[in-house]
């Protein structure tokens, strides 16, 4: 296999976007050794499982955008972002298969999991493969039916950050499911933003999001207001304790999203997505650093 085709699929599954993922295991795993359960070789390995599913969400993503006539070479995402099967790269059955792989590979880290620390983690991870799958694909396609923030919501929260958590320590925590939420409400702002963008090039698809039913203004002020939500939501818990002082360091990210603020207010970008990942990359690497820093004895 050649250099080029390896950058080719290596670009095809969005490695920019596993901060997200790795993020969010990173969350849970420091709150579980906050608790006194921490193993290096389990955080790697749920690590792995949980990027390799994210991987095969976005190719399938992809594959099905394309499929449906969502994604063209005019479309906003192939406008600033490499798309394999839009720009060629990739042949779209060879991309449908690999999806099928890496949906394999975590399935199979994810019953090792499930040996060695629990049945719920079987649960959980089902659940992921689920979601992840029938964000596109027939029959759920419910990325379609304006679900898709909801989804991405619970993934990147509380199922990830719960399930790093459980892994580590055999249960659940109500802790770390509240500390789950601002940095899920994030991540499902970044596909927020994206359908905010995409507004009139869905409806033109027949294709229902929640940014359509809101409109543009009513879309922007949502986005808005869940952003300051993630912000209050992480002052509350670090007011009743759930978080130690040092969870005030996310604050560290505000300028980032004032800056996002005002230029949503005045007109959506291209990469509006993109912008909003990198704030909740700013926001989640501080809140890691919070964490680890409170169980260094900060």
Not at 37 to 51: D, E, R
Not at 170 to 193: E, K, R
Request: aromatic fraction near 12%; glycine fraction near 8%; hydrophobic fraction near 55%.
């Amino acid at each position: 296999m050649s250099v080029r085709l390896l950058t080719n699929w290596f670009i095809a599954t969005r490695p920019w976007s596993f901060t997200m993922t790795l993020i969010s295991v990173s969350v849970g795993s420091a709150l579980a050794a906050l608790d006194g359960s921490f193993s290096w070789g389990l955080c790697l390995l749920a690590a792995a499982g949980a990027v390799f599913m994210h991987a095969g969400t976005n190719l399938l993503n992809d594959y099905y955008d394309v499929k449906h006539g969502l994604d063209t070479l005019f479309s906003a995402t192939a406008q600033y972002r490499p798309h394999a099967i839009v720009h060629g790269l990739l042949p779209a059955e060879q991309v449908f298969r690999a999806a099928c792989g890496l949906f394999a590979a975590a399935s199979l880290i994810g019953v090792y999991l499930a040996f060695a620390s629990g049945w719920m983690v079987l649960l959980i991870g089902l659940v992921g493969v689920l979601a992840g799958i029938g964000y596109t694909a027939p029959p759920m396609k419910y990325k379609y039916l304006a679900l898709g923030e909801v989804s991405v919501f619970l993934m990147w929260g509380p199922l990830m950050i719960e399930g790093a958590y459980y892994v580590q320590t055999h249960v659940l925590s109500f802790q770390a499911f509240l500390i789950s939420i601002p940095f899920g409400l994030l991540v499902a702002l970044t596909i927020f933003a994206n359908n905010i963008r995409d507004i009139d090039h869905d409806s033109s698809r027949n294709i229902r999001t929640l940014a359509i039913w809101l409109g543009p203004d009513r879309g922007v002020r949502a986005y808005l207001l869940l952003m300051a939500l993630a912000y209050v939501s992480t002052l509350f818990l670090t007011l009743s304790n759930m978080l130690s002082l040092w969870g005030l360091l996310v604050f560290l990210s505000l300028p980032l999203a004032v800056q996002l603020q005002r230029r949503m207010a005045r007109g959506i970008p291209q990469d509006a997505d993109a912008m909003t990942a990198k704030l909740d990359t700013a926001f989640g690497v501080l809140l890691v650093a919070a964490l680890i820093i409170q169980g260094l004895g900060g």
